[in-house]
């Protein structure tokens, strides 16, 4: 069983940037694809940028692309999300997932969540 948590979530004025990290422990991330999620009030969890498990391909929803980049370090067991040019739109929940098998973009195991407040 793979263990996330997430951290580097606060409170950030409009323009500002912010980098959330996502440490895995039980086991190697380094084959295993990866996704940063969000999750505002009343609204459903939406995929905002995921990694391949070599870390060669990226993808991102159209709200953040430009805005947001996805990157590992799969000698430290961590991913990362640096958000820059904060909107106030970009308040939510934020949570990193990953999948039971390699390979494959599926995610099985979710962090706890890190709260981004973007105050306009």
């Known amino acids: 069983q793979v263990q996330l948590v997430e951290s580097g979530g606060g409170l950030v004025q409009a323009g500002g940037s912010l980098r959330l990290s996502c440490a895995a422990s039980?086991?190697?991330?380094?084959?295993?694809?990866m996704g940063w999620f969000r999750q505002a009030p009343g609204k459903e969890r939406d995929l905002v940028a995921r990694?391949?498990?070599?870390?060669?391909?990226?993808s991102y929803a159209d709200s953040v692309k430009g805005r947001f980049t996805i990157s590992r370090d799969n000698a430290k067991n961590t991913v990362y999300l640096q958000m820059n040019s904060l909107k106030a739109e970009d308040t939510a929940v934020y949570y990193c997932?990953?999948?039971?098998?390699?390979?494959?973009?599926?995610?099985?195991?979710w962090g706890q969540g890190t709260q981004v407040t973007v105050s306009s």
């Open positions: 039980g086991r190697t991330l380094s084959s295993y694809a």
């Open positions: 997932a990953t999948s039971k098998y390699p390979g494959v973009y599926r995610y099985d195991y």
């Open positions: 990694i391949s498990w070599t870390g060669s391909s990226t």
